[in-house]
């Protein structure tokens, strides 16, 4: 009978259990542990697969105050040290790239339809910007 603690594989990924933490708002978290030491914590639990708490991809996004900024000059520090606490438990880590309004300008409430296909487009870059910083910081994948 399978069970939940079983080793499994997800794609190019061994996972040492099905359990995956999803990402979750804890920067906003106002507790005594520091980001490295709740990672710590959720990567020696026996979890499979961790997505890390949201990571904004633009300095204006409406959630920036719940979220660790990607364009923060000491992010790669920490995204560093995050992915090798994952890595010494042999947990894979995703990095939750997300933004909610596309920052064009100071002007942050734009209707979808009002994208143009150059927006769509620096948008994509973006995305696939932030996707090679995570992997140079030893994440596994992004969601």
Not at 48 to 69: A, M
Not at 85 to 97: E, M, S
Not at 100 to 113: E, F, S, T
Request: aromatic share 10%; with cysteine; hydrophobic share 35%.
């Amino acid at each position: 009978m399978k069970s939940i603690f079983d080793k499994v594989k997800l794609g190019d990924l061994s996972l040492n259990s099905r359990i995956m933490r999803t990402g979750l708002w804890e920067s906003q978290q106002n507790d005594s542990y520091s980001i490295y030491d709740r990672y710590d914590k959720i990567a020696s639990s026996g979890v499979g697969l961790i997505s890390s708490e949201l990571f904004s991809i633009y300095p204006k996004d409406k959630f920036i105050e719940h979220s660790s900024r990607m364009h923060n000059p000491n992010f790669m520090k920490m995204a560093m040290k995050i992915s090798e606490i994952c890595h010494d438990y042999d947990v894979p880590i995703l990095g939750q790239v997300e933004f909610i309004k596309y920052n064009w300008g100071i002007d942050l409430d734009i209707p979808v339809n009002d994208l143009t296909i150059e927006d769509i487009r620096k948008i994509q870059s973006d995305i696939i910007s932030s996707a090679q910083m995570l992997k140079y910081a030893g994440f596994d994948g992004i969601q």
